[in-house]
């Protein structure tokens, strides 16, 4: 992230070049300040950048600064025809990013992984912030920060949103209220994702805790069963495997939700563990589903550049091998643990048949 903020006074003839170039990112929303700021940057850079969400530079020039009400003024007078906002939704640690990857090809298809702006967005309707509690200006809103993410890099290159997974805590506005949506929702089982979340130790755990009382604020009927976990006698291990089992049933719900609200060939799930086993498969479905139009020999050449290559250290190799003997050994270790959670969500949990 910059850390110079440049404050613009550009007559408003010359915001074209910024509202309309994807070389200018949008990055933030200041609501108090009532300003968006714009990073200019490089679809290299962005292709190559795991997360877009500030935790990796994107631009060594100062961030530009323009009005907030300014801006949703000027996108009332523009007449062109919006695009299909495309979705990779995913419940984290699933590889999404992978996913992402793979379906970033130069000429056709382009990924934005998980924009700060919509994770500030996301945090603007759990705090019930006045832009939220406006309907017709947070619809306004949210608009103009998607038909930014629809700025082509070439005419032919089709944009791919990936958010992170605070924005499962606002799927409707995403696909219902931002225009013309298509969604891919990345899949896992109960398991998968406790596995997962282990995997990456306190960091990880400390992560989806966040999340899930971020979630709890859009879902308010897992209070109750959220409190009665944090307020039990339970070892720390058993605790947590169950408040992760809740954060993913919160978003099985919402994943299921928004599937039965969208046109069937609007949509597709696409399962983890299929991903792995079954790349070609996975990708062609996602392609056919977001009208990327990836031939089968594009689809090839990617997964062969990328699948075997850390996702988010791209210069790392990553071995499946490898990968299933670390599962087998977290497994392992708290195999007692993950048994008690698992029976207790069969038991507690009403949520999807994502399980």
Same mark, same amino acid.
């Given at each position: ?26 990055? +933030? ?72 990857? &793979? &379906? ?59 958010? +992170? ?92 939700? +928004? ?27 996602? +392609? ?14 990617? &997964? ?52």
């Amino acid at each position: 992230m910059p850390s110079t903020v440049k404050r613009h006074s550009f007559a408003k003839q010359e915001w074209q070049v910024i509202l309309k170039s994807p070389e200018y990112m949008l990055n +933030s929303i200041d609501v108090l300040a009532g300003t968006f700021s714009f990073l200019h940057t490089s679809r290299n850079k962005l292709s190559e950048t795991s997360f877009i969400d500030g935790r990796e530079p994107l631009s060594s020039s100062p961030l530009i600064v323009l009005p907030i009400e300014d801006l949703l003024q000027w996108q009332l007078t523009q007449n062109s025809q919006k695009g299909i906002n495309r979705y990779l939704f995913h419940q984290s640690f699933c590889c999404s990013t992978l996913m992402a990857r &793979i &379906i970033d090809v130069e000429g056709k298809s382009f990924s934005y992984k998980e924009p700060q702006i919509l994770i500030e967005l996301a945090e603007l309707k759990a705090a019930q912030n006045s832009y939220y509690r406006n309907k017709m200006t947070w619809k306004s809103l949210l608009s103009f920060v998607l038909g930014q993410f629809n700025k082509q890099w070439s005419d032919a290159e089709q944009n791919i949103i990936k958010p +992170s997974s605070w924005l499962n805590s606002m799927l409707p506005e995403l696909l219902f209220d931002g225009g013309e949506s298509k969604a891919i929702f990345i899949l896992t089982s109960r398991k998968d994702f406790l596995t997962a979340v282990f995997r990456g130790g306190g960091e990880r755990i400390q992560f989806v805790y966040s999340l899930l009382n971020h979630l709890r604020s859009a879902y308010p009927e897992y209070s109750q069963i959220i409190s009665r976990v944090e307020n039990s006698q339970l070892a720390t291990e058993d605790m947590f495997a169950r408040l992760i089992l809740i954060t993913h049933a919160i978003q099985s719900k919402a994943f299921s939700r +928004s599937m039965v609200m969208m046109n069937s060939g609007d949509h597709s799930t696409c399962d983890y563990q299929e991903l792995l086993t079954n790349p070609t498969d996975c990708v062609s479905l996602v +392609s056919n589903t977001l009208q990327l139009g990836l031939t089968n020999k594009e689809i090839n050449i990617s &997964i062969s550049n990328k699948f075997n290559y850390h996702s988010k250290i791209t210069s790392r190799s990553a071995s499946q091998n490898k990968f299933t003997e670390v599962n087998r050994q977290v497994n392992k270790c708290y195999q007692q643990n993950f048994c008690r959670a698992l029976d207790w969500a069969e038991k507690n949990l009403q949520e999807s048949c994502f399980v």
